[in-house]
């Protein structure tokens, strides 16, 4: 073992000497000491090496290194002259760290000034080779190496913080199409006689730019963390091709094991709550709401199924013209073949009342037979149902003492009722089938009346079984019937 250490450093030495003997004097003198003492300096001595020395930028100076490092001084490279060779050397120095081989960096740049390859598709090329680790790469690291190898200038920060914020959200290939697709890489491009290029999108996530942005935010502000990209883009997915809504999306992360174990205290659950959902800090009265839910008991899915199932948030949605993607999850839902109640609190647990049951399974069989539109519901709740005064007009009290469950299936199994029979009937078949929807309870002075009301197209439009009344307005109502407004009635299914 002794031996072989000693010809280790025999060898070493002599290829320091020979290197030293290959030093011009320009070099020593533009240095103060040749690059031979100077590689001695460092590998016998334990001086410090100067500076440049770690040539493969791994952060260690070895033996091969310091070889390099005499070797370009004593061979300097020399700069390309032409636009497209300096794109070439840029990319290879930000991606691979190290200076390409001339024939190879000048064949790329014919290559780029002739159009058989584009600016965008050589980053893809470099970026499939072995040498070049993108996992190596933090997120920030990855959009400063975006400035550095597309656009050859370092990031300003307002576009840094832009894309730093995406990268969260999109994939490392969604970051590259951008800086492609961007005005002033087409213009150096152009400049410099190469085309830009484009650079395809596939994973659903990208390519439906819109929902990710209303989807990944309830991950990454619920968990604290970012988004994952496989889940991303089964979530994202699912919406667009209509497997699931934006709701039942919101429901689904609200049992994420992340979401209940985030370390946050009350107060920034609640307010990473809004910020996901609504994408707004809670006003003082409703973090005191979501806060006493929590305190009392509930869970952070309790809470985040209560606000998913707020005229805010699908407010939000619309407004974002997702409107088709809103099914509102009811008082009732499905969930891996089996039914469950939602309380207003949030609060799910499954559904074990047979009538309740049975009466939701008959509302499935209906919506699929007759249709799911309004006029489908509306007019196969005309046809299965007749007025007969059958008992005296309920107080709103007695009606939620007995349970709209009962009404609602009476209805479902008989002709002849009263006005909160059918608006019960009607209320869960449109429940079922997704709309916004609620009941209304009204006076004409002789007793009290009750219809239904649907959030269509940004509007509550009105439809009352009993008089055979359709699509009406409000003014239409009071024109009808002299009603007078006592209050709306969200029925819970129980």
């Known amino acids: 073992m002794k031996n072989g250490i000693k010809m280790s450093i025999a060898a070493l030495i002599s290829s320091v000497a020979v290197l030293s003997a290959a030093v011009p004097a320009s070099a020593a003198e533009s240095s103060g000491k040749s690059s031979a003492d100077a590689v001695k300096d460092v590998v016998l001595l334990w001086q410090s090496p100067a500076e440049g020395s770690d040539v493969n930028g791994d952060g260690e100076i070895n033996v091969l290194d310091l070889m390099r490092y005499k070797y370009n001084i004593i061979n300097p490279v020399t700069e390309p002259e032409t636009a497209a060779g300096k794109f070439v050397y840029g990319l290879y120095r930000n991606m691979l760290g190290k200076d390409p081989d001339p024939a190879v960096a000048e064949d790329y740049a014919k290559q780029l000034e002739s159009g058989n390859i584009s600016a965008?598709?050589?980053?893809?090329?470099?970026?499939?080779?072995?040498?070049?680790?993108?996992?190596?790469?933090?997120?920030?690291?990855?959009?400063?190496?975006?400035?550095?190898?597309?656009?050859?200038?370092?990031?300003?920060?307002?576009?840094?913080?832009?894309?730093?914020?995406?990268?969260?959200?999109?994939?490392?290939?969604?970051?590259?199409?951008?800086?492609?697709?961007?005005?002033?890489?087409?213009?150096?491009?152009?400049?410099?006689?190469?085309?830009?290029?484009?650079?395809?999108?596939?994973?659903?996530?990208?390519?439906?730019?819109?929902?990710?942005?209303?989807?990944?935010?309830?991950?990454?502000?619920?968990?604290?963390?970012?988004?994952?990209?496989?889940?991303?883009?089964?979530?994202?997915?699912?919406?667009?091709?209509?497997?699931?809504?934006?709701?039942?999306?919101?429901?689904?992360?609200?049992?994420?094991?992340?979401?209940?174990?985030?370390?946050?205290?009350?107060?920034?659950?609640?307010?990473?709550?809004?910020?996901?959902?609504?994408?707004?800090?809670?006003?003082?009265?409703?973090?005191?709401?979501?806060?006493?839910?929590?305190?009392?008991?509930?869970?952070?899915?309790?809470?985040?199924?209560?606000?998913?199932?707020?005229?805010g948030f699908f407010g939000r949605f619309e407004s974002m013209g997702f409107g088709g993607n809103l099914r509102r999850i009811g008082s009732n839902y499905r969930k891996n073949d089996a039914w469950y109640h939602l309380e207003p609190s949030g609060k799910t647990y499954p559904v074990t009342n047979d009538v309740l049951l049975k009466l939701l399974d008959s509302c499935q069989s209906v919506l699929k037979e007759k249709g799911t539109s309004v006029d489908d519901i509306y007019k196969f709740c005309i046809s299965d149902s007749a007025y007969k005064y059958m008992e005296k007009t309920k107080t709103l009290e007695e009606l939620e003492e007995k349970g709209w469950t009962y009404f609602a299936d009476y209805a479902m199994h008989n002709y002849y009722s009263v006005c909160y029979y059918m608006a019960a009937q009607m209320d869960i078949l449109l429940e079922q089938a997704g709309y916004q929807c609620r009941v209304v309870h009204a006076t004409h002075g002789s007793g009290d009346h009750y219809w239904n009301q649907i959030y269509i197209n940004g509007t509550w439009t009105n439809y009352d079984v009993t008089n055979w009344w359709s699509n009406y307005t409000w003014d239409q109502m009071v024109a009808a019937g002299d009603y007078i407004l006592l209050g709306y009635v969200r029925p819970e299914y129980k």
Request: hydrophobic share 35%.
């Open 120 to 311: 965008s598709g050589l980053f893809l090329q470099l970026a499939k080779r072995p040498d070049f680790d993108q996992d190596s790469f933090s997120d920030e690291e990855y959009v400063t190496l975006m400035y550095r190898a597309l656009l050859g200038r370092e990031p300003d920060e307002q576009g840094y913080k832009n894309w730093c914020g995406r990268i969260k959200l999109f994939s490392r290939t969604y970051v590259l199409h951008g800086f492609a697709a961007s005005d002033e890489f087409k213009k150096l491009c152009s400049e410099s006689g190469m085309a830009p290029g484009e650079v395809a999108l596939a994973e659903p996530r990208d390519v439906n730019d819109g929902i990710t942005r209303a989807v990944a935010p309830m991950i990454v502000s619920l968990t604290g963390k970012p988004a994952d990209g496989t889940k991303l883009n089964e979530l994202v997915g699912n919406i667009k091709d209509g497997k699931k809504t934006f709701q039942e999306t919101a429901f689904e992360v609200a049992e994420y094991d992340d979401v209940t174990s985030a370390e946050m205290s009350e107060d920034e659950f609640v307010n990473a709550l809004f910020t996901g959902l609504l994408d707004r800090a809670p006003s003082d009265d409703e973090k005191n709401i979501y806060k006493t839910l929590l305190s009392e008991g509930g869970s952070r899915a309790d809470a985040v199924r209560k606000l998913a199932a707020s005229e």
